[in-house]
C-alpha cells in the first residue's frame, strides 16, 4: 500500500491504560488497548476515510498482561481505526499473524460498513491453493475492509426504563429487524432499518407483544460462497463484531449512526412495554476455518480466541468444529470469557437491552469438549451482578449434543421437545396424548427437578429455522431450490401436513382446514403453561413457499408482507383475540407447575385431564386423539374470581360427542372458542359467550374452549 508499519507518527501518543479494552473516549482523546498474547507487535493505524491510506501508525509498546494500550490526545467521536499485528505465521501450531492484514478491533461499538472481499484480498492465503502448507499472503487489504469507528456512548433516553415483564407474562414474537419492514408494503420512512422498525411498535403493541427476540443484530460476515452466488447470510448467524450493531441495519446518515438508532429503537419499544431480547452468536465467528477469512480473532490471536486440533505434526493447524459453521469459540479461555462478558454487559447497560437468546448455546458449556452445568461460562453469569438478573434464554443443542431440560437454574430453554410433540400431536400422529400433556403444561419432566419453572420452557411451534406456521400446515416437503443447494439442505422432519394439496390451492375446503389447523396451534401455543414465542408472520399466514432453511434469502421469501395483515384479518384478530384471553385468565400464566391436586380446598383439583365421557384418559393407548383438561381459575390471583376454563383438543378426523364436568353453585359452562367455526363465530368475547349443555360435540380436527361461570 505505499507505507510500511513503523514507530508512532503521532506527536501526542501516551502509554495509556490497558483497561478498558477497545477505544474509550475521553476528554482529551482516547485511549485504545488490544489483547494478544502471542503478538510481537502491535500496531494502530488512524483513518480520516473508509477507504484512504492511515493518517497515523502507531506502535504500541509494553503490553501490561498481554493487553497493548496507548492514549492518543486530540482524537474525537468518529475517529476511523484498525489493528495491524506482527508475529509469527506458523498454522501447524495455530499461528496465522499476518502484518498485511487490517484487522478489525474485537471490542468496536461499531464498523463503518460491511466486508468486501475484492480479489481475495481478505484471505490470509491463497484460498484456490490446493497445497496443504497454505501459502502466506503478502497482499495488503487496508483499502477494502471496514474500519472500526470510535463511538460517544451518551444517549438521551429520556427517562427510560425496562419494562421488566415477568417472564410467564411475556408473549415473545421471534422477528428479523431488517424483513420486518423491509417489503414495499410496509409503508415506512426507513424501509429495513431500526428506525423504520419503530413505526411498527403499535401493530406488535396492538397484537399483544410485549417481548421481541431479535434475530442476530451484531455485525456479520457474509461468506463468499454465499456473495458467488448472489446470495446472502440473511439470518445474521456469522458474527465479527460483538458490540457492534449490524450497519446495514442503519440508514447510513453518517458513520457510526447504527448506534444511537438501535438505542432509539429499543428506547421506543421500552415507552411501548416491550422488552428487547437479542440473539446472540458467541460459538463461533466469521472467520470459518483454516480456509476462512483473517478479519479479527485469527490475526489478533488465534490459539486464545479459538479450539484448535489436528495431528501430532500439526497439533493446532485446524479448527474444532462444533457448530458447523468452521470454528468455536474458546470458552475454556479466560480472556474469550472476558470477551463475551464484556459485550453482554455493554448490550445490558450501555444499549438497554432485556435479554439474551443464546445460539446454540450447549457449546457455551462445554468443558474440556463435555457439556457441564459448572462450565465456567455458566459459573461467570451466575456471578455476575448484571447479567444474572436479566433474561437468558439457551438454545440448548449443537451439531452433537441435545441437552434440553440441562441448563442451570438461571437460565431459560427453546423447548425442542414442545415444538416436536406439538407438531406431531396436532396434525393427528397417534401415540403422542402421553407426551403432549407434559408439553402443554410446561413440561415438568424436563424442567421440574432443578428448582426451575414453567416460564423456563420457551415454547414454540415455528421459528426463523423451519417452516412458517402457514406452510407447515400447507407442505408436506421442502422447497430450498431458491438457495442453489439443489434442496439437500434443510432439515426433512417437518412434522408436517399439506392438508391434502401440496403449496397453494383454490380450493376452499383446504383453505379452511389449514385456517382451522392454524388456529389450532395458535391455541396450544398460546394457552400452554410456559413462556409462549410466535414467529413474525404467522398471525396473517405469512409464508416463504415453502422454503424451510431461508437463511440466504434477504427477498420477498423472507420480508414480512403487509399485504397480508390485510388480506388474513380474521386469522390476525384470532391471533389478538387468544393473546388477549391468555392475559385476562391469569391460570394461564402460572409460575409453579400443577400438582393434580386441591389446593384451594373447593373440591376441584388445579387440572384435571379426562377422556370424552370424563373417565381417565387411557394414556398408552396410540389411537387416543381426544383430550379433556380442566383448570380451576381460582387457584390464581384474579380480577375474575372463582371461574374454571374446559378444554377439548380433537385432533380426530371424526368429531367426539365429549360429556362436560358438573359444575357446583349453579355456575354453567360457555362456549368462548371453537376453531371449526368460521371467523366471528370461532371466538367470543367476554359476556358473549354462548351457554352449552352437559354434552359438546367437538368437530375434526377443532380446539375448543369453554368457560365455568
Not at 422498525?197 to 461468506?223: M, Q, R, S, T
Not at 438497554?352 to 450447549?362: E, I, M, N, Q, W
Not at 375434526?700 to 368457560?707: A, D, F, Q, Y
Request: glycine share 8%; charged share 25%; proline share 4%.
Amino acid at each position: 500500500m505505499g507505507y510500511t508499519l513503523q514507530h508512532s507518527t503521532h506527536k501526542h501518543t501516551e502509554r495509556g491504560r490497558y483497561y478498558p479494552l477497545g477505544a474509550t473516549l475521553l476528554e482529551d482523546g482516547v485511549n485504545f488497548a488490544i489483547y494478544s498474547q502471542y503478538a510481537k507487535e502491535v500496531f494502530l493505524l488512524l483513518f480520516d476515510s473508509e477507504d484512504g491510506e492511515p493518517t497515523d501508525i502507531i506502535r504500541l509498546k509494553n503490553p501490561t498482561k498481554y493487553i497493548w494500550h496507548a492514549f492518543v490526545r486530540g482524537l474525537k467521536e468518529g475517529q476511523l481505526y484498525g489493528y495491524k499485528v506482527r508475529g509469527d505465521y506458523n498454522p501447524a501450531y495455530g499461528m496465522r499473524f499476518n502484518e498485511h492484514k487490517l484487522l478489525i478491533d474485537p471490542y468496536a461499538k461499531a464498523l463503518t460498513d460491511k466486508f468486501k472481499n475484492i480479489d481475495n484480498l481478505l484471505f490470509s492465503y491463497d484460498p484456490n491453493s490446493t497445497d496443504k502448507d497454505l501459502s502466506f499472503d503478502d497482499r495488503d487489504n487496508t483499502h477494502i475492509v471496514p474500519k472500526s469507528i470510535v463511538i460517544d456512548d451518551r444517549f438521551d433516553w429520556q427517562g427510560d426504563t425496562r419494562p421488566d415483564n415477568r417472564l410467564e407474562k411475556l408473549i415473545i414474537y421471534e422477528v428479523h429487524l431488517k424483513g420486518f419492514t423491509a417489503h414495499p408494503s410496509s409503508g415506512v420512512k426507513n424501509p429495513g432499518t431500526y428506525l423504520g422498525f419503530i413505526e411498527k411498535i403499535p401493530y406488535l403493541k396492538d397484537l399483544g407483544i410485549n417481548a421481541v427476540e431479535f434475530l442476530p443484530i451484531h455485525e456479520y460476515y457474509v461468506e463468499d460462497f454465499l456473495s458467488e452466488r448472489g446470495l446472502t447470510n440473511y439470518w445474521g448467524y456469522n458474527s465479527i463484531g460483538f458490540f457492534a450493531p449490524e450497519s446495514s441495519f442503519s440508514t447510513k446518515n453518517f458513520l457510526g449512526c447504527q448506534v444511537n438508532e438501535f438505542k432509539t429503537l429499543v428506547r421506543e419499544l421500552h415507552k411501548a412495554g416491550i422488552e428487547v431480547i437479542l440473539d446472540v452468536v458467541y460459538n463461533h465467528t466469521g472467520e470459518g476455518n483454516e480456509r476462512g477469512p483473517t478479519l479479527c480473532f485469527k490475526g489478533i490471536d488465534n490459539p486464545t480466541h479459538y479450539c484448535l486440533g489436528g495431528s501430532p505434526q500439526e497439533p493446532y493447524r485446524y479448527y474444532v468444529d462444533y457448530t458447523g459453521c468452521g470454528n468455536s469459540l474458546n470458552l475454556a479461555n479466560s480472556h474469550v470469557i472476558r470477551l463475551v462478558m464484556d459485550s453482554l454487559r455493554y448490550w445490558v447497560e450501555v444499549m438497554h437491552v432485556d435479554g439474551f437468546r443464546f445460539d446454540l448455546a450447549s457449546i457455551l458449556g462445554r468443558d474440556q469438549g463435555m457439556f457441564q452445568k459448572t462450565a465456567s461460562f455458566f459459573d461467570a453469569i451466575s456471578q455476575d451482578p448484571v447479567l444474572n438478573r436479566i433474561k437468558l434464554i439457551a438454545e440448548p443443542w449443537d451439531l452433537t449434543t441435545y441437552q434440553v431440560g440441562n441448563f442451570p437454574i438461571d437460565w431459560s430453554e427453546w423447548n425442542g421437545k414442545f415444538r416436536d410433540t406439538v407438531r406431531k400431536f396436532g396434525k393427528g400422529d397417534g401415540g403422542m396424548a402421553k407426551d403432549v400433556v407434559f408439553r402443554l403444561t410446561g413440561s415438568v419432566d424436563l424442567y421440574g427437578d432443578d428448582g426451575r419453572s414453567p416460564y423456563n420452557s420457551i415454547n414454540f411451534i415455528t421459528c426463523h429455522d423451519g417452516f412458517t406456521l402457514y406452510d407447515l400446515v400447507s407442505y408436506n416437503y421442502k422447497h430450498n431450490g431458491a438457495n442453489l443447494e439443489h434442496n439437500n439442505d434443510g432439515s426433512n422432519d417437518n412434522n408436517s401436513w399439506n392438508c391434502g394439496v401440496e403449496g397453494e390451492t383454490d380450493d376452499p375446503k383446504i383453505i379452511k382446514l389449514r385456517k382451522q389447523f392454524i388456529k389450532n396451534y395458535a391455541c396450544y401455543l398460546i394457552f400452554s403453561q410456559g413462556t409462549p414465542m410466535m414467529l413474525a408472520g404467522d398471525e396473517c399466514m405469512r409464508t416463504q413457499k415453502g422454503n424451510n432453511n431461508a437463511y440466504c434469502q434477504d427477498n420477498e421469501i423472507n420480508w414480512f408482507n403487509w399485504d397480508n395483515v390485510r388480506q388474513h384479518v380474521d386469522i390476525l384478530e384470532f391471533f389478538k383475540q387468544v393473546i388477549a384471553l391468555e392475559k385476562r385468565y391469569t391460570i394461564l400464566q402460572r409460575r409453579k407447575f400443577f400438582m393434580g391436586e386441591d389446593l384451594d380446598s373447593d373440591g376441584v383439583p388445579d387440572i384435571s385431564w379426562f377422556g370424552r365421557d370424563l373417565g381417565k384418559p387411557q394414556w398408552d393407548d396410540p389411537e387416543l386423539r381426544t383430550l379433556c383438561c380442566q383448570l380451576d381459575g381460582g387457584e390464581e390471583e384474579s380480577e375474575l374470581g372463582d371461574y374454571h376454563l374446559f378444554a377439548i383438543f380433537n385432533v380426530d378426523f371424526n368429531a367426539q360427542s365429549t360429556m362436560l364436568p358438573q359444575l357446583k353453585n349453579g355456575k354453567k359452562w360457555y362456549r368462548i372458542i371453537d376453531t371449526s367455526l368460521e371467523s366471528g363465530k370461532d371466538f367470543l368475547e367476554a359476556g358473549k359467550e354462548i351457554p352449552v349443555n352437559q354434552y359438546y360435540i367437538a368437530d375434526p380436527r377443532s380446539t375448543v374452549l369453554l368457560i365455568g361461570k
